[in-house]
């Protein structure tokens, strides 16, 4: 048994190794080099940029929750966001960190460490949207990369433009964005989320007219969902198979119609607080969902 | 001599006409009341309203009733069978227990979780109630000992499962919904088999009845023919099975298992049989009157709070009420001295002064490196880390000194073992200040969030001390405390059901986190505890007579009231101070005291100096663990602490065993 757990550690050394040999940016390319992340979200557009975090917060959820980009070799785990290992990220040595406001509390520990670049996108009491654009102009600035950061903003409206004709046979009827707690209850997202915003791009209505927190959803129970007339439920996996057992099985979900064929789609993760690349991402997983269906 | 139904009768009135308005408020938001016949009966399959009262809405209400009836006849039962007005599945740490053990399983053995989760729930409450008689055996289960022993026993399972989910998050997620006990239903397939473990069970509870009534009568019960202690065992093992059966069900429901009985009590039910029924029919009101006014607020207001948390929040200043009713017997007696001889303590002494700093210097050299594994630290690199690894250190072995000290402080005041800071509720509400001003600021600076957690706790030592003044027993103190700590966890579960990710920062600190302690709380801690330690030294004469009791005290001139208020002044600025820093979570307090007890200092002055450096070496190391343990992760210092120190301290009161010096 010895062998298989020594063995990722070994690659992390080699990792570890690879993460400090990795060679400063060309001469040309100004700014920052040595960025830590502890979001995901930022993170992404970082790897969009074409500069890839060294270090980032929990690397080992990015393949569950994030998926795309795939995240290149040798980034460093910093543990997770909140209990950030300031030992490892200070022996990293980045010349940037970038966060997030929910992040505040650890910005004067963070700042003894390297500068710290806060970006608001997510919880702001208002649509991601127009955030998600600033946030990737902003990085791209601070890199001295405004032109790749325009052409990325390009390639996602290129992206986006391309999924809104697949998703038109789902444009008959509003459908309901939820990722399940347990098998009874659920976050379903509305107003605020970026769900959302992707959502009206792609033409979509989201059938969520509920009051939403902050973050843009609301924890409520399924029956909740019930009152939403003939919507098109997106489940985010993973779903418990008890919630599949209720739906098919009962009167209720019967009667909303859910259980009929094709009103009950199943997505693959989609970071829910992430940035374009996950917008892109799940723009593209429904306009598949859509053609299959 | 027969008691009176009438008022336990109109209780049960009052709240059904309760419930059933908020019932009826629910269903016509649903259906015009015409429909609500059909739709109760036969709903048309195509109607989704109908279908919604009749799959949703009566299935539970019908939960809210037997979980409610259930968890009073646990509590009824258990009120019974320790002879303890304060028992119940939530005082005992059952409903704990059970949580874990699901937590747990869903972890380790998901397939479990099918057909077993009664079991898994089941041995999970049973294991809490083994380790609660554990703690409070040697003090002959004395109910304010036993309460105090399932606290902790709630508050280490809390912290574990707390601890679970905040390395598998995800995994994790149904269980804080769960956690707080949300009822709704979509359709009967919980309801059901609920009903069928409830009837199961009340009937040999019905039939347990007489046999438990005569426990009154103590010795003529004994001469009637009747084991006593196999009725008691049966009766615990009925309560267990009830609890898990509605825990598993439908998640923790706090504090109906406690006030329905003690209700049933304060309206005059003296014999056991009359108030075993009530209580069961006013715990199934109690609930449903939450239930369907919580359904009725979200129907109105949209505010969604799961009933669980709700039940704990109303649940709290009812124990608060209680508290003056009841008359409890106190600890049986001061607490025995586990090794009396008067050892040369002096080299021991000595000993423990060098041995934590040595540990603490450990922490500063070693640590994990980016590269994957530990490496010590050459000392042309040090210098870079020593920032990071300082302030904890220095925090980690402030606050534990000063926790192990409020502790050594309020075993001694309380003559009672399993009094500590953590149950103080001082903690909980330096809790509560942060996490208001986490969601009330709109930029919560550390600044802010410093002083809010120091408000928080001195509102509610000032509070323990205006109650102290108007003459309370240190006991009905604790009790407090812990009431109020569960108020406060109440508050924190409604949040998590709100899924608001802003909890999560409070999370690590909640659970003993000192990855993020800055320079300026580590030395704050370190000013607090060479002030307030040293002060004890002060209250030494007091302390030793504090174990005598009150008339000793007085009979040497010593004012109690005053020397108490004293005592109990100092534990709770020593607990505000620790907590600032470490978070409310760590056993330190419990645990470092009968360490020093062990280890033969008996005299006040000396066993607070070995209690001091016992908790700092402890916390020390909890933290270094925590650090190298599963690099880049941190296992927060008080999860470490808490899985230390539960065996350690079970084993330190084991009865019996090993009476001589080890």
């Excluded at chain 1, 009206?200 to 007339?229: C, D, I, S």
């Excluded at chain 2, 055996?137 to 000992?145: F, Q, V």
């Excluded at chain 2, 569960?486 to 508050?491: C, E, R, V």
Aim: hydrophobic share 55%.
């Amino acid at each position: 048994m010895a062998a298989p757990s020594r063995c990722p550690n070994r690659r992390r050394v080699l990792a570890g190794l690879g993460a400090c040999a990795i060679p400063p940016l060309p001469a040309a390319a100004a700014g920052p080099s040595r960025v830590a992340s502890l979001d995901y979200g930022l993170a992404q557009t970082l790897i969009a940029l074409g500069r890839p975090p060294v270090g980032l917060s929990a690397v080992g959820g990015w393949s569950t929750w994030v998926v795309e980009p795939p995240l290149p070799a040798g980034i460093v785990d910093l543990g997770t966001a909140r209990e950030t290992n300031f030992e490892l990220l200070q022996q990293l040595k980045p010349d940037l960190i970038v966060s997030t406001p929910y992040l505040e509390r650890l910005r004067p520990l963070l700042a003894r460490v390297a500068p710290v670049e806060s970006f608001a996108i997510h919880a702001t009491d208002s649509p991601p949207w127009p955030h998600l654009v600033a946030a990737t102009r902003r990085l791209g600035d601070l890199f001295g990369a405004a032109d790749r950061a325009e052409a990325f903003l390009a390639e996602i409206d290129g992206a986006l433009a391309a999924s809104a004709p697949r998703v038109a046979p789902w444009r008959d009827r509003p459908v309901l964005l939820v990722s399940f707690q347990d098998a009874r209850n659920v976050w379903v997202f509305g107003r605020n989320s970026f769900y959302d915003d992707v959502l009206r791009r792609l033409g979509l209505a989201n059938g969520w007219a509920g009051r939403t927190n902050p973050w843009g959803f609301a924890a409520v129970g399924m029956e909740a969902l019930a009152r939403v007339r003939d919507a098109r439920l997106i489940c985010f996996d993973p779903v418990p198979p008890e919630a599949l057992r209720l739906i098919a099985d009962s009167a209720i979900w019967r009667a909303t119609g859910f259980s009929a064929p094709g009103r009950l789609v199943r997505l693959p993760p989609v970071f829910a607080f992430g940035t374009l690349p996950s917008a892109a991402r799940f723009a593209r997983l429904l306009a598949e969902a859509a053609a299959h269906a | 001599m027969r008691e009176s139904p009438r008022a336990p009768a109109l209780a049960v009135l009052l709240l059904g006409c309760l419930g059933a308005g908020a019932t009826a408020l629910v269903l016509s938001a649903h259906l015009p009341p015409a429909a609500w016949i059909p739709a109760l009966i036969a709903p048309a399959p195509d109607d989704l309203p109908q279908l919604l009262v009749h799959d949703s809405v009566l299935p539970r209400l019908a939960v809210a009733l037997l979980a409610g009836a259930g968890l009073a006849l646990a509590g009824a039962v258990l009120q019974q069978t320790l002879r303890n007005p304060l028992a119940s599945p939530t005082t005992l740490g059952i409903e704990a227990g059970a949580q874990l053990a699901l937590a747990l399983a869903t972890l380790v053995a998901p397939a479990l979780l099918g057909p077993g989760r009664d079991a898994v729930a089941l041995a999970g409450g049973a294991g809490a109630v083994a380790i609660v008689f554990g703690l409070s055996w040697r003090d002959r289960l004395a109910p304010l000992t036993v309460i105090l022993a399932g606290m902790v026993v709630a508050m280490v399972c809390g912290a574990a499962a707390a601890g679970l989910s905040l390395l598998n998050e995800e995994a994790l997620r149904g269980l804080t919904v769960w956690g707080s006990g949300a009822l709704n239903q979509q359709d009967w397939s919980v309801a059901a088999p609920l009903a069928g473990r409830v009837l199961v069970l009340a009937g040999p509870v019905a039939l347990l009845a007489r046999p438990l009534q005569l426990l009154d009568l103590d010795e003529s019960a004994r001469s009637l023919g009747l084991s006593v202690a196999r009725i008691r065992l049966v009766g615990l093992g009925l309560a267990v099975a009830l609890t898990a059966a509605v825990v598993s069900a439908v998640g923790v429901i706090g504090f109906v298992g406690l006030a329905a009985p003690a209700l049933a009590r304060a309206l005059g039910l003296h014999r056991f049989g009359p108030r075993l029924l009530w209580s069961g029919l006013l715990g199934a009101g109690l609930l449903w009157v939450t239930d369907a006014g919580l359904q009725a607020v979200e129907a109105l207001a949209g505010v969604n709070v799961p009933t669980g948390a709700a039940t704990a929040l109303l649940g709290a200043p009812i124990l608060l009420w209680l508290m003056p009713r009841l008359r409890l017997a106190p600890a049986a007696e001061p607490v025995p001295a586990a090794t009396p001889r008067r050892a040369r303590t002096g080299g021991r002494l000595v000993a423990l002064a060098l041995l934590a700093p040595l540990l603490g210097l450990a922490c500063l050299v070693v640590g994990p490196s980016p590269g994957g594994g530990l490496a010590v630290a050459r000392l042309s690199d040090l210098a870079p880390l020593l920032p990071w690894r300082w302030p904890r250190t220095l925090a980690a072995g402030s606050a534990g000194a000063m926790l192990a000290v409020a502790g050594l402080l309020l075993q001694q005041l309380t003559r009672n073992p399993v009094a500590g800071p953590e149950v103080l509720g001082v903690s909980s509400g330096a809790a509560l200040g942060l996490v208001l001003v986490l969601f009330l600021a709109a930029t919560p600076t550390y600044g802010l969030q410093v002083a809010a957690a120091a408000l928080g706790s001195a509102a509610v030592a000032g509070t323990l001390l205006a109650l102290g003044r108007r003459a309370a027993g240190p006991d009905q103190i604790l009790i407090t405390g812990i009431a109020l700590g569960a108020l406060f966890s109440a508050g924190m579960a409604v949040l998590a059901a709100g899924g608001d990710p802003r909890l999560l920062l409070v999370a690590s600190w909640l659970a003993g986190s000192l990855s993020d302690v800055s320079p300026q709380v580590a030395v704050g801690a370190a000013a607090s505890a060479a002030i307030l330690v040293p002060a004890c030294l002060l209250l030494v004469r007091w302390l030793d007579l504090a174990v005598l009791g009150p008339g000793a005290m007085r009979a040497l001139g010593v004012c109690p009231r005053r020397a108490s208020l004293a005592i109990l002044a100092l534990a709770a600025a020593l607990t505000a101070a620790a907590t600032l820093a470490v978070g409310p979570l760590s056993f330190v307090g419990f645990v470092a005291p009968h360490l020093a007890r062990r280890l033969g200092f008996a005299r006040a002055g000396e066993r607070i100096a070995a209690s001091a450096l016992i908790g700092a070496g402890l916390l020390v190391a909890a933290d270094g663990i925590g650090r190298v343990l599963a690099p880049p992760f941190q296992v927060p210092a008080g999860l470490i602490g808490t899985v230390l120190a539960g065996p350690l301290l079970i084993g330190l009161l084991q009865p019996g065993r090993r009476r001589g010096p080890a």
